[in-house]
């Protein structure tokens, strides 16, 4: 006779075919802003497990429509008294939300959490550009709802009950926590705790709405600048804003007035910690595939990394390996312990050297490449994941700067906008660096000669530090931020100018000290242009993102790939984070106008003609794309 185990209450069968051992029942519930993937997290889930899951989900619990939480809390109950597991299927962003699910919670029943922790701009992208959502919520109307529930964000605690909180930041953390899930076995458990939270120093997000409506306060009495500049602008444009907040069918589109935004000014100060420090990750050299002894090699490592301290300031160096068992790790961290290196600039790092931000969390703007002598991609390891990673034009740059390498030298390549190591990890530099081989099957085989070998590894970490030095005088303000980075433009993720494609060959350019190559006076004077932008934007204290606009609005001809229509005064580009179907930015090119508040009678003229570009824009964009669009036009700093 056959008997479904799985549909029996757990005091029944599930206790006898366990052998006495009671089968703990699960209420996960998943944290996170519409579009952050809650939904495909339950059904990765449920289709890979071998436990069995009942997904409670608010958007189609009333007959596959919308329904109430007293139904969710009524399903999810009949689901554990039947023996299952459940996943809360809501956004649960604040305590409030979460409580009573929280008491599903028994001495049977441990309650979790699984916090969806996406950007704010990545779910309101993925929210309109969605269709045939259970919920309905796509299209224009989804960004406002995303802004509006982020501003009540609650990130959840133990102490409200529950037994486990697992953080994910990025995708590649969902899918951690997928396989966590889906590979628990019906009498499985996991360990108590919090896990992937970050600092509580960082910054919570908060709705871009918030952010846009923030502006200066008005003296009392006086009526505020921004009101005064609308009253005296064309009454059409309210009138056509009114109508399209009133259409209801179509999509949606949006084009915001920026005088180059100060977008993220006080939010990089909030989220400044140590992830913004100037960091270069290096493997160990010559330790690997070219056999040098770890005890040597940890030895020179430490002394070496000693030596560097004092001249880096602010920056610091990880020693990174794949395994968490890696010899080399443990004895450079017990040496440098020993000889009480401060950890905070000199620490070691367990994780995959290309993905150190969106798997380890770590920001690194430059990363070290164990590099064969040919400078070639292949041979397995360290190299052959740095090139994969960094592209094709990555390797074409590291050809432009040598040929091959000698063991103990370095020499650092640019990254080129283009490469995916660059957009998605923010690494603005690779270091090749060559060191000393043991290994008779390789070129160059020293044999035993350590007393050669030694000196070559020190020569060959001294020009690696050496290199990254060079970065670190030609650009002081190394803080990358893929996530905020235009593609394919010529500012780097730390907001400065990189103009990589360009700056390339004036910049980064650095060879150990018997190869260093001399730079012309013009290149100079380009570097000089280039830190002097750096220096009028820095002293405003933007972010990286108001860097980017800036150096577009400033600088239109460095990239002609991002702009739509650039005139003397106005330059437009597309909103590199859509927040409906269309969305594009009319940036004025006129200095020292950063904000709302320091528009000025002189600034009408400026308003009107940027005001009748994004009419122009969206006739345009109405005629030739989508006629079923609805704009709404808004200014904001």
């Not at 690494?427 to 043991?438: Q, S």
């Not at 280039?530 to 993102?545: I, L, P, Y």
Request: charged share 25%; net charge positive.
């Amino acid at each position: 006779m056959d008997m479904d185990v799985d549909n029996l209450p757990p005091t029944a069968a599930t206790t006898e075919a366990s052998g006495g051992k009671q089968r703990k029942r699960l209420v996960v519930i998943l944290v996170g802003a519409p579009g952050s993937g809650k939904s495909t997290f339950c059904e990765n889930v449920m289709r890979a497990s071998h436990r069995p899951w009942v997904r409670v989900c608010q958007d189609i619990i009333g007959n596959g429509k919308s329904g109430t939480k007293a139904q969710c809390l009524k399903s999810a109950t009949s689901a554990l008294d039947d023996g299952k597991s459940v996943i809360i299927d809501r956004c649960n962003l604040d305590r409030e939300q979460r409580a009573e699910f929280v008491k599903l919670g028994n001495p049977q029943v441990d309650v979790h959490a699984v916090v969806l922790d996406l950007p704010a701009q990545l779910c309101i992208s993925r929210s309109v550009k969605r269709t045939g959502h259970e919920g309905n919520l796509q299209g224009g109307k989804a960004a406002a709802v995303v802004n509006r529930m982020l501003q009540k964000k609650e990130l959840p605690k133990l102490s409200e009950g529950f037994s486990r909180i697992m953080f994910c930041h990025n995708d590649a953390e969902i899918q951690d926590a997928v396989k966590t899930y889906s590979s628990l076995e019906p009498f499985d458990d996991l360990p108590r705790g919090c896990f992937g939270q970050r600092s509580h120093e960082a910054k919570v997000q908060v709705g871009i709405m918030k952010f846009l409506k923030k502006a200066d306060a008005p003296s009392s009495g006086r009526t505020p600048k921004v009101d005064r500049v609308q009253r005296h602008l064309s009454p059409q444009s309210s009138d056509k804003k009114d109508q399209s907040s009133e259409r209801k069918d179509g999509g949606l589109g949006l084009i915001n007035f920026s005088e180059k935004e100060e977008m993220g000014s006080k939010e990089t100060a909030a989220c400044s910690s140590s992830n913004d420090i100037p960091t270069l990750a290096f493997p160990s050299i010559s330790t690997a595939d070219f056999q040098f002894n770890l005890d040597k090699a940890s030895d020179i490592i430490v002394e070496k990394v000693e030596e560097c301290l004092g001249k880096l300031g602010n920056a610091r160096l990880v020693l990174v390996d794949l395994s968490h068992g890696s010899k080399i790790l443990s004895l450079v961290k017990a040496k440098a312990e020993k000889k009480n290196i401060d950890s905070s600039k000199f620490f070691t790092f367990v994780g995959n050297i290309v993905h150190l931000f969106t798997k380890g969390g770590l920001r690194c703007s430059v990363i070290a490449n164990a590099a064969n002598w040919r400078l070639k991609p292949g041979g397995g390891g360290v190299n052959a994941a740095i090139f994969n990673a960094a592209g094709a034009d990555f390797e074409a740059a590291t050809k432009d700067r040598a040929k091959s390498l000698q063991p103990g030298h370095a020499v650092v390549v640019p990254l080129p906008s283009t490469s995916p190591l660059h957009i998605r990890e923010g690494v603005t530099h690779v270091i090749h660096v060559l060191g000393p081989n043991m290994n008779p099957q390789r070129p160059n085989c020293l044999g035993n000669d350590y007393n050669e070998g030694c000196k070559l590894l020190c020569k060959a970490y001294s020009s690696l530090f050496d290199g990254f030095m060079s970065i670190l005088n030609k650009q002081e303000n190394i803080i990358p931020e893929p996530s905020k980075m235009l593609p394919g433009s010529d500012c780097g993720p730390d907001g400065s100018n990189q103009n990589f494609d360009q700056k390339n060959k004036r910049d980064g350019e650095f060879l150990s000290e018997n190869s260093k190559k001399s730079r012309s006076s013009q290149n100079d004077a380009r570097v000089e242009e280039a830190n002097k932008d750096n220096e009028r934007t820095g002293a405003k204290g933007w972010g990286s993102w108001a860097h980017a606009l800036y150096q577009i609005a400033m600088h239109p001809e460095r990239h002609k790939d991002d702009t739509f229509e650039v005139s003397e005064d106005v330059v437009v580009i597309k909103d590199v984070y859509p927040k409906a179907q269309r969305h594009l930015l009319v940036l004025a090119r006129t200095e020292n106008l950063d904000r709302l508040s320091d528009v000025r009678q002189e600034h009408l003229d400026l308003l009107r003609r940027m005001h009748a570009v994004g009419l122009k824009w969206a006739e345009k964009l109405l005629q030739e794309d989508d006629a079923s669009l609805v704009f709404r036009l808004g200014y904001h700093s």
